[in-house]
């Protein structure tokens, strides 16, 4: 392999730019020739392509983002737009790919590898840790702890005032940073969409938790089934006239920012695993970290969440424990 290509795909990550930097010094330091594809696979279908030296990724280890800018691409979704891609690769004389980026950019590289013999390495970068094949994902330590420092300060807020909080967190489809976040902030519930608890099932925590506590936390992921926190403000105004509710939607701040020193030595190894994959003749499989040794998994048992990590009985029993 004498030509590398990199880009990054999907919801931006904090970490994105550490995984570039040692895809690009990687590939450098095994003599490759590494270019940067710009805003994912959009940039891949028509040609949006730079060249990287070493000196391109210098600074950036500490900055969230990419710097290789991010799209969800429409045109890769059909078969002709991942033939342009395709193109493109072979006209730039590209031996091979490094896609950084969560589910929908794997089912993309998935497809893509099933129709080309074209190399394709994964690297998972992504807030919501939603992926089988790895213990955490690029980003999930930095937006959890960014959940935690905003929490904690609304939490200041609601001892002081004697509130309730309903607190959204990020996860379309994903509980997972509401559960380990609830947990770091001494959450009283947390309402996800693979252990939906329902109305019901909130109610009866509130009436079963203490009734002298000060202040309440419920952290709700925006994938719920009740349909976000605002929602769930309504219902308990209903059923609880006498608390003091507020609603606090914490948004896209959970996606940027410094990455955690947790998420840049993930993204760093995960980068030069990726480039030493690809030379050991690695194809159509993500890297991940799996009992802290570096793991290769296939795109398709990576997306359906083979053995993904699950929200069992126990981590919900956990958050019961402790909101007592
Ligand atoms: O995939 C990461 C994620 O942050 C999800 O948790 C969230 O639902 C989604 O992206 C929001 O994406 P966007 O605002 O970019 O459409």
Redesign the pocket.
């Known amino acids: 392999i004498k030509n590398i290509a990199v880009l990054t795909s999907?919801?931006?990550?904090p970490g994105m730019n550490a995984a570039i930097r040692a895809v690009v010094r990687a590939g450098i330091y095994y003599g490759m020739n590494v270019t940067g594809v710009l805003r994912g696979y959009d940039g891949l279908v028509n040609g949006d392509f730079i060249p990287m030296d070493r000196k391109s990724v210098a600074n950036i280890i500490q900055r969230g983002g990419t710097i290789l800018k991010t799209a969800?691409s429409e045109d890769f979704k059909t078969k002709e737009g991942r033939q342009r891609a395709y193109d493109q690769l072979i006209k730039h004389e590209i031996d091979a790919l490094v896609v950084i980026g969560?589910?929908?950019t794997f089912t993309g590289a998935n497809l893509f590898t099933s129709e080309f013999d074209f190399p394709v390495i994964g690297l998972p970068g992504?807030?919501?840790n939603?992926l089988a094949g790895t213990d955490f994902t690029i980003g999930y330590d930095t937006?959890i702890n960014t959940v935690v420092n905003a929490i904690d300060k609304i939490r200041d807020t609601a001892e002081s005032h004697d509130r309730l909080f309903i607190v959204e967190v990020?996860?379309?489809?994903?509980g997972l940073?509401a559960l380990r976040s609830g947990i770091g902030v001494g959450a009283e519930a947390i309402m996800i969409p693979e252990a939906n608890m329902g109305v019901e099932g909130l109610i009866k925590r509130l009436e079963y938790g203490r009734k002298d506590k000060s202040s309440k936390i419920i952290i709700v992921a925006?994938?719920d089934e009740i349909g976000g926190a605002f929602n769930v403000g309504e219902v308990l105004k209903e059923n609880f006239p006498n608390y003091d509710i507020r609603v606090s939607v914490l948004g896209?701040i959970?996606?940027g920012g410094k990455p955690s020193c947790m998420d840049r030595v993930l993204a760093s190894r995960f980068g030069v695993a990726a480039v030493e994959g690809l030379m050991e003749g690695r194809s159509g499989d993500i890297v991940g970290q799996v009992n802290r040794e570096i793991v290769f998994t296939p795109f398709d048992h990576a997306i359906k969440h083979i053995d993904a990590e699950e929200i069992s009985p126990a981590w919900l029993k956990l958050v019961e424990i402790l909101s007592l």
């Open positions: 999907g919801g931006d990550a969800r969560g589910d929908g992504t807030i919501d939603d937006a990020m996860g379309r489809d994903s940073i925006e994938g896209h959970q996606r």
